[in-house]
């Protein structure tokens, strides 16, 4: 398990280090360059903007000077386009992602696995049209709908709630399930065929034939493997839930890590795209090993991969 | 038993017995029905109703069922008033061949990549997952960006040659090359959760005594994979893929909604529905339209994925 865990966080440096250099020169491949939006700008000020980042240089000495400078002073530059340190902007930008995402998390996983254990349960009956039916209905209406559907039908006519800012606790609450209803409908579908699956198989007949009482045939010994589909979606899911979303960052106007990844992109700012694609990389790397472990522990056939 | 029986006798393949399990789900059937039908008016109906593009700012707004002059406007006219309806069937070419694509590429690609990744372990599993790994950090609106930049002129001047030198309808051309980045983001990252799924059952698959019976008796990897594996993982496969179709079709209108989409006048469901959500509270007609279609699709998806869920799972009874 220790040796696992270390060969994979070692693996996890290498994918960092691909990630890192595949993302530079697909940024690099873009036509344009950081201060091309910037019409008012002179070329002798442009020329001096681009050798005060070192964007005058060849791509490999650019690329070798930033690896030195991420490995050697653990610096991830300067944003041109914000004129500030990348480091920083991601300090200031990932708590509320972070706070957004796990609430929609919550959001998800309180919805979603209820829907599909009891969907699975009673299958092909009222109870498993109306939660797939609601599944369905959570992935189908995209944010940019829920999001100023929630703002006009619930903020605006309960006082409680904000139509967007991000002050207090109250203000999580819109934005997490308006994030969080399509991975709801995720789980509910991946839990209801992943329960299926398992009570399906012999030895739940043999616990049911046995006369466990139903209720404790499906918490130990259906839910455990009927789990795993969703456990294996979810590693990814959490990653992508807590790196920010572009699209309700911008409905509810939350200050997220989610737009800097979109404007980094526009603006052809490397090093704050670099600096969030790493981010983003190391929750993947870390959020798959936690989802694979999760997976080992819940079905034992699965521990030989470890 | 099951698989004994699918080695000795003839024609009695999993894919003829998943057949003729699934004639016989009659929801599965409509669904099927729904599906190609959906699929024969936005390919071949789309044709004769008219120009989605053409507007009418006198006639907006215009009821379901109206006319102006001796055009018939079935479902009514939007904000510029253009025909509804040929807006949706236009529409849904786009969204349908983003469904069909990420489909197409998640089941193939994502399925054997799990599959070989897990049943072969080692070594060559952690390096598969892990440059899954890698793919995945690559955000999806960002590859689609990148890729837009990077191929679009040279797509359209694809699109320009087959149109000069190939007689391919014009329009339809550009309007496919210019969601052409999406094709291919949804081609490089569509496959990724399902590979991990894939892989998690087959890891768990291989330790059961069916497959171990087949190891066991000399049978080559590649059929021990593909006859006995595969298809055990292709239950929790399809409810997935049944999930991404929507989802993929989603981030089509997300990235309009970002102005990265296809561009206007052009239209896809995804963007039918969110230009329809403007008018929310004064024509809901223009958001429930759209939105009809769009969920009438992923329905009947829904309920024919279900109904293969059910027709191939091999432990399913034989008649």
């Known amino acids: 398990m220790i040796g696992f865990i270390f060969r994979r966080i070692l693996q996890g440096l290498l994918v960092l280090f691909v990630l890192y250099t595949l993302s530079f020169f697909l940024i690099k491949a873009l036509p344009g360059d950081a201060f091309t939006t910037e019409k008012a700008m002179s070329p002798e000020a442009k020329e001096e903007q681009m050798k005060r980042f070192g964007l005058d240089k060849p791509w490999r000495i650019q690329y070798g000077l930033r690896l030195q400078r991420l490995l050697l002073q653990q610096d991830l530059g300067i944003s041109p386009k914000k004129n500030r340190k990348v480091s920083l902007i991601l300090q200031q930008s990932f708590p509320a992602s972070v706070v957004l995402g796990l609430n929609a998390l919550l959001v998800a996983c309180v919805i979603g696995i209820p829907l599909g254990v009891f969907s699975a349960v009673r299958k092909n009956t009222w109870v498993d049209y109306a939660s797939m039916g609601f599944a369905m209905i959570g992935i189908c209406v995209a944010a940019f709908i829920i999001g100023p559907l929630l703002q006009t039908q619930v903020a605006m006519r309960l006082p409680a709630f904000k139509v967007a800012g991000w002050d207090n606790p109250v203000d999580w609450i819109l934005p997490a399930i308006t994030l969080g209803l399509a991975p709801a409908a995720y789980l509910a579908r991946l839990t209801r065929g992943g329960m299926l699956e398992v009570l399906g198989q012999d030895f739940v007949r043999t616990a049911q034939a046995k006369g466990v009482p139903a209720l404790t045939v499906i918490t130990r010994h259906t839910l455990r493997g009927g789990l795993i589909p969703s456990v294996a979606y979810l590693g990814p899911a959490f990653a992508y839930l807590i790196s920010g979303s572009f699209v309700v960052e911008t409905i509810f106007q939350i200050p997220g890590m989610g737009r800097h990844f979109i404007d980094a992109t526009i603006d052809r700012d490397e090093d704050l795209l670099l600096g969030c694609v790493l981010y983003y990389g190391f929750l993947i790397v870390i959020l798959n090993l936690v989802s694979d472990i999760i997976q080992a522990y819940l079905n034992p056939r699965l521990r030989d991969s470890l | ?319």
């Open chain 2, 1 to 319: 038993m099951a698989d004994t029986s699918t080695v000795t006798e003839k024609g009695s393949s999993l894919w003829r017995d998943a057949w003729l399990r699934l004639r016989k789900n009659k929801v599965a059937v409509v669904s099927g029905v729904v599906l190609i039908v959906m699929f024969l008016l936005c390919f071949v109906a789309a044709w004769f109703t008219g120009d989605p593009n053409e507007q009418n700012l006198a006639n907006k707004f215009a009821a379901v069922g109206s006319s102006s002059g001796n055009t018939l406007h079935l479902l009514g006219t939007d904000q510029m008033g253009r025909d509804l309806l040929s807006r949706i069937l236009f529409g849904g070419q786009v969204s349908l061949l983003v469904g069909l694509i990420a489909t197409s590429v998640a089941f193939v690609i994502g399925i054997s990549y799990g599959a070989i990744s897990g049943y072969t372990g080692g070594r060559t599993d952690a390096i598969m997952m892990r440059a899954v790994d890698t793919l995945y950090a690559i955000p999806f609106l960002v590859l689609v960006i990148l890729l837009q930049e990077v191929i679009s002129g040279s797509a359209s001047e694809v699109a320009t040659w087959l149109v000069k030198h190939w007689k391919f309808p014009d329009e339809t051309t550009h309007r496919l090359a210019n969601i052409l980045p999406l094709f291919m983001a949804i081609g490089a990252l569509g496959w990724l959760t399902l590979a991990r799924i894939t892989r998690s059952q087959i890891l768990s698959l291989k330790q059961q005594e069916f497959a171990q019976a087949a190891i066991s008796l000399g049978l080559s990897p590649s059929r021990i994979l593909f006859r006995h594996l595969i298809p055990n993982t292709l239950g929790p496969a399809i409810v997935y893929v049944t999930l991404t179709i929507p989802s993929f079709i989603m981030y089509e209108a997300t990235l309009s909604f970002l102005g990265l989409g296809i561009k206007a006048p052009n239209s896809s469901w995804g963007v039918l529905i969110k230009d329809g959500a403007n008018y929310m509270e004064t024509q809901p007609m223009l958001l429930i339209l759209p939105g009809l279609f769009f969920t009438t699709t992923l329905f009947a998806l829904n309920f024919l994925g279900d109904g293969l869920r059910d027709a191939l799972d091999p432990k399913a009874a034989k008649d």
